[in-house]
Nanobody, 115 residues
Framework: QVQFVESGGGLVQPGGSLRLSCAAS????????MGWYRQAPGKQRELVAL???????NYADSVKGRFTISRDNAMKTVYLQMNSLKPEDTAVYYC?????????WGQGTQVTVSS
């Protein structure tokens, strides 16, 4: 019943930056974590970054030092700041909200890094 709207994707040159956002249609209770996953053509979906309700963060080794995950205080919106983008970052990015009883996904937004 909760919908998640993603925005911020697009085409960017190598070394450029994008900021993704994912907004929930309503407050989510008993939240455990919020995160971003991505899926490139021919590859499996992989975790990019995750933030818990307490503020702890985890990042894939491939994006450490370049990407930053954050959220608003109400835990209704999650963001992904992507800097120093590389062609291998090209993928469809999906936001994820996990509660202790459910696991929900956004519709995905395309990020393309190319000259």
């Amino acid at each position: 019943q909760v919908q998640f709207v993603e925005s911020g994707g697009g085409l960017v040159q190598p070394g450029g930056s994008l900021r993704l956002s994912c907004a929930a249609s309503r407050t989510i209770f008993s939240i455990y974590s919020m995160g971003w996953y991505r899926q490139a053509p021919g590859k499996q979906r992989e975790l990019v970054a995750l933030i818990t309700s307490g503020g702890s963060t985890n990042y894939a080794d491939s994006v450490k030092g370049r990407f930053t995950i954050s959220r608003d205080n109400a835990m209704k919106t999650v963001y992904l700041q992507m800097n120093s983008l590389k062609p291998e970052d090209t993928a469809v990015y999906y936001c994820n909200y996990r509660t202790y009883g459910d696991n929900s996904w956004g519709q995905g937004t395309q990020v393309t890094v190319s000259s």
